[in-house]
């Protein structure tokens, strides 16, 4: 990588996107430093122009870019930095500068509401109540849903396999939660498959 930091007196912006969800998550600005420190320290440091120092992503917060990848544009004056964030990236409390939790894919909500549906214990949730009866209860569920999806797939009604397979689905991100997984994971693994042929 050969960033040509004389262009642009000696700062390149660079662009904080989840690794996960592809969201730009916050711009800001390297030096040569940042970037050697980034690169070394696998944690997102910048070049802070109103502090006039070096700068990590939540040295205070503890909300650090853990680093996946850094690329260069083809005129190597900007970077693209893609990103595990451990936290909000705002200091707003949002995930992004840019746009807030309510424009993260439906995947990647539903998967934040299940999670807050358990922390919080509600037990007229149907979600905080099957959790708590283990794995192999949330497992077994989602057998029944397979179950069922695949007996609609064999009939011609449209409404009723979709119902099925949205069940299914919602049973199966709940168990990769019981498992301490998500649906990121599973993703990597296929992304890996791709990659092999």
Known sequence: MTI???KTNGLVPAIIQDYQTRHVLMLGYMNEEALQKTQQEKVVTFFSRRKN????????????LRVVAIKEDCDQDTLLIQVNPAGP??????????ADEAQLPFL???????????????T????ASLFQKGLNKIAQKVGEEAVELVIEAKDNNKDLFLNEAADLLFHYLLLLKAKGLALSDVETVL???????
Not at 89 to 98: D, L, W, Y
Not at 108 to 122: F, P, T, W, Y
Not at 191 to 197: D, E, F, P, Q, V
């Open 4 to 6: 040509d930091f004389s």
């Open 53 to 64: 120092r070096l700068w990590t992503k939540g040295e205070t917060s503890g909300n650090v």
């Open 89 to 98: 990236t705002c200091h707003n409390g949002t995930t992004s500068c840019f």
């Open 108 to 122: 990647n909500q539903l998967e934040q509401v299940i999670e807050d549906r358990i922390n919080n214990k509600n």
């Open 124 to 127: 007229n949730s149907y979600v």
């Open 191 to 197: 992304r890996s498959r791709m990659k092999n042929g």
